[in-house]
Nanobody, 126 residues
Framework: QVQLVESGGGLVQAGGSLRLACAAS????????MGWFRQGPGKEREFVAA????????NYADSGKDRFTISRDNARNTVYLQMNSLKPEETAVYYC???????????????????WGQGTQVTVSS
């Protein structure tokens, strides 16, 4: 089992940047493919970005391509999400998640993730 704690959320103006971090504890972090999801007010939780166990393979939702960067530091048991040029509609609670299945390098479906953090609020003002 792995425990996940997100940080780095906050209030930012449209066009601004934030860097989220997700610290993992428990079993070996490098065993897990990691992902970021978000859930806005009244919306379904949606995929944002994913990264493979080694960090070599990444995957992004179309909405964040060219603006978001997911990365990981297996020595620090941490995954990051750098978000640039943020938009008001991206106001949401952002969650990190861990997937232990060896079936694929990255996962975009929430059901593939077994462990979730509590989330960190990101508010983008217009």
């Amino acid at each position: 089992q792995v425990q996940l704690v997100e940080s780095g959320g906050g209030l930012v103006q449209a066009g601004g940047s934030l860097r989220l971090a997700c610290a993992a504890s428990g079993r070996t972090f490098s065993m897990y493919a990691m992902g970021w999801f978000r859930q806005g007010p009244g919306k379904e939780r949606e995929f944002v970005a994913a990264i493979s166990r080694s960090g070599i393979t990444t995957n992004y939702a179309d909405s964040g391509k060219d603006r978001f960067t997911i990365s990981r530091d297996n020595a620090r048991n941490t995954v990051y999400l750098q978000m640039n040029s943020l938009k008001p509609e991206e106001t949401a609670v952002y969650y990190c998640a861990a997937a232990s299945s060896p079936r694929a390098a990255t996962y975009t479906v929430r059901e593939d993730y077994a462990y979730w953090g509590q989330g960190t609020q990101v508010t983008v003002s217009s």
